[in-house]
């Protein structure tokens, strides 16, 4: 059983559009959340931190649900350069610290 | 940019070879981690260094090893390289002991075993 499970989409939206994308986790003893971005042949780079409480950047809000053990990503108003695979992420912090990250999502945003 | 740095860019091993890349951690970082990316897949973790000791470590078998300086610059090495090996190795740094555990990736080191 993977650790961290992600729909691979891919996701095509119009400009604009409100886009969600959910990732479940397996292990409950998990601490940390995140969601990165990735674009073609580059690394991944940070989106945003999710925590218990929910948070919000500008057009993006990330949620948390422990209980069901699922992050979600919303990408509001998308933008052509919103085009990228979104990857969540999950820490782990015994035994050792681990990071498990899903295969990601691939979204293209179409004008 | 994060201000983590890798090399090399680019690497051409053969299978049997060993290979050691290279990671600089952003400035203020104490830690750094390891990944390994195959195409279409997202990163695989390898290890995590922390004051210069294995601090986590994920499927990967002994073959995979590393080394982490006193200025929290890392080296991942790897034995006996296979062709499955080929893929774009990531390091990231972060910094330990903070309540959100953020990483910060560096460009990568793409290795083809042939």
């Known amino acids: 059983r993977k650790e961290v499970e992600q729909d691979p989409g891919p996701f095509n939206v119009p400009e604009g559009a409100t886009v969600a994308f959910n990732c479940t986790y397996s292990n409950s003893a998990s601490q940390s959340f995140f969601w990165y971005r990735q674009d073609c042949r580059k690394e991944p780079k940070l989106l945003m931190s999710?925590?218990?409480s929910g948070n919000e950047d500008g057009r993006f809000t990330a949620q948390l649900n422990r209980a069901s053990q699922y992050i979600s990503l919303l990408i509001r108003d998308s933008k052509l350069s919103d085009s990228a695979t979104y990857l969540c992420?999950?820490?782990?912090?015994?035994?050792?610290?681990?990071?498990?990250f899903g295969t990601g999502t691939s979204l293209t945003v179409i004008p | 940019e994060t201000g983590v740095t890798q090399s090399p860019t680019h690497l051409i091993k053969t299978r049997g070879q060993q290979v050691t890349l290279r990671c600089s951690s952003q400035s203020g970082h104490n830690t750094v981690s390891w990944y390994q990316q195959a195409l279409g897949q997202g990163p695989q973790f390898i290890f995590q260094?922390?004051?210069?000791?294995?601090?986590g470590r994920g499927n990967f078998p002994p073959r995979f090893s590393g080394l982490q300086f006193p200025n929290y610059s890392s080296e991942l090495n790897v034995n006996a390289l296979e062709l499955d090996d080929s893929a774009l190795y990531l390091c990231a740094s972060s910094l330990y002991g903070t309540a959100i555990y953020e990483q910060y990736f560096g460009p990568g080191t793409r290795l083809t075993v042939t």
């Open positions: 992420v999950v820490n782990i912090g015994f035994p050792g610290n681990q990071f498990y």
């Open positions: 999710v925590y218990s």
């Open positions: 260094y922390y004051r210069e000791e294995e601090n």
